[in-house]
């Protein structure tokens, strides 16, 4: 059946597995400056809006280190990142549970890489009753054709694909709330941006 039930700020919660530095090394169908603002970018505004985060790292004291500092600046101070061994995230009993702890079934996931870290959670999320949502702008992977491969998969699967600002404006809901003007801040927009320097300067002008 279809999933058209919106994401609001009381049903979805945002997992984020393995957005480490080793890993990032390794991304081509995105640069990593685009990659670490879009993913920083989720975080801050999910945590605006209320959105409980779940965080991942494999093997962070060996091969593919620890999660990228951008990030880490923007996660909740109380927040325990989930180091594992498992390559799915959601085979962990850990993450299962901390997502599980949150009491949403809707879940945005963002991973590195596409195909892997965010497929595989996505599709057993899904098997569990949860709806999974994928922002591909927030992942990255390591060729052209993981991309379109991982993309394909999720699809099949019936996992919603998306890109990060769509998924937060649509957890925002309202554009008078009064939460809008810093969750778009968030987000980091070139072209919202661009729109608010814009308006300024018509109130200015009168």
Not at 5 to 29: K, M, P
Not at 152 to 163: K, T
Not at 181 to 187: I, K, S
């Amino acid at each position: 059946m279809p999933n058209t039930e919106f994401l609001t700020a009381d049903n979805a919660a945002v997992l984020l597995v393995d957005h480490q530095i080793g890993l990032f090394t390794g991304v081509r169908d995105i640069t990593v400056a685009e990659l670490k603002h879009n993913v920083t970018a989720l975080a801050k505004a999910a945590t605006r809006l209320g959105l409980p985060l779940v965080v991942t790292t494999t093997a962070a004291d060996g091969m593919w280190g620890p999660l990228i500092p951008e990030l880490v600046d923007v996660l909740p101070a109380d927040l325990t990142v989930i180091d594992r061994s498992t390559v799915n995230a959601w085979h962990d009993e850990r993450v299962r549970a901390a997502v599980d702890a949150t009491g949403r079934r809707k879940l945005i996931v963002a991973g590195v890489s596409l195909e892997v870290c965010a497929a595989f959670p996505s599709i057993a999320a899904l098997a569990e009753g949860y709806d999974v949502y994928v922002p591909v702008d927030a992942c990255g992977t390591f060729s052209d054709t993981k991309r379109e491969a991982g993309l394909l998969r999720l699809q099949q699967a019936g996992v919603v694909v998306s890109d990060y600002a769509s998924l937060v404006v649509e957890v925002l809901a309202d554009n008078a709330s009064p939460l809008a003007g810093a969750v778009y801040g968030d987000l980091d927009m070139p072209f919202a941006t661009l729109v608010g320097q814009l308006s300024a300067a018509f109130a200015k002008n009168g």
